[in-house]
């Protein structure tokens, strides 16, 4: 019954993580600019360097998803010292612990695969939700996927936007971007960004 209902298996993120890596090498010199408008411009490094770890050895995922999403976070720990890149590993670290020994996942696994991201990023960041970050835009989702459970390209999509829409004109209050002040009103938040650009491959 449970194959059935499945949204997401072994398969499905092998090949998440392949249009997510072309995407990353498209998007790779637009990652690092936005960056560095306010960072160290290292964004699009830190997100292709994981994201091909990953590829190159996705023949060491398994059925088991728990296994897979460790797996992903211990290729950003190799390959990634930024502090952005230590977020998506302990993300992963923690989603794999909550998916240990599941082969598939419906959509109230997805929910919780973004609830435990973001609860993630917000503790390991020091972040709220309103201070122009990520978890602003996984906060979004996570909206949109409660009142929806089909088109997760197009949800996707269109959550990620919005966050960004809706963060125009206010400033980003966390990390170095504070020193920045009211420059950051007219800037994306690079993270925001970037998992927008990297929803435009779905």
Known sequence: ???????????????????????????????????????????????????????TNISNFKEDLGHNFMFCSQAFVKKSGSSFGTLIAFSFMNISKNLKGKINCNHEDIINIFEIALKTIQERGKTKLG????????????????????????????????ALDDFKGKKILVGRARMFEDKTKDLDDPGMFALNKLANIF
């Open 131 to 162: 201070d122009k970050t990520i978890a602003d835009s996984l906060d979004v989702i996570i909206k949109k996927l409660k009142n929806n459970n089909s088109n997760y390209p197009d949800l996707f999509k269109l959550a990620t936007k919005k």
């Open 1 to 55: 019954m449970e194959k059935v209902n499945s949204v997401l298996d072994q398969k499905a993120l092998e090949n998440i993580f392949k249009k997510l890596f072309t995407q990353a090498k498209l998007s790779y010199d637009e990652f690092n600019s936005a960056d560095g408008k306010i960072g160290d411009g290292d964004l699009g490094v830190t997100i292709l360097n994981g994201l091909e770890e990953i590829n």
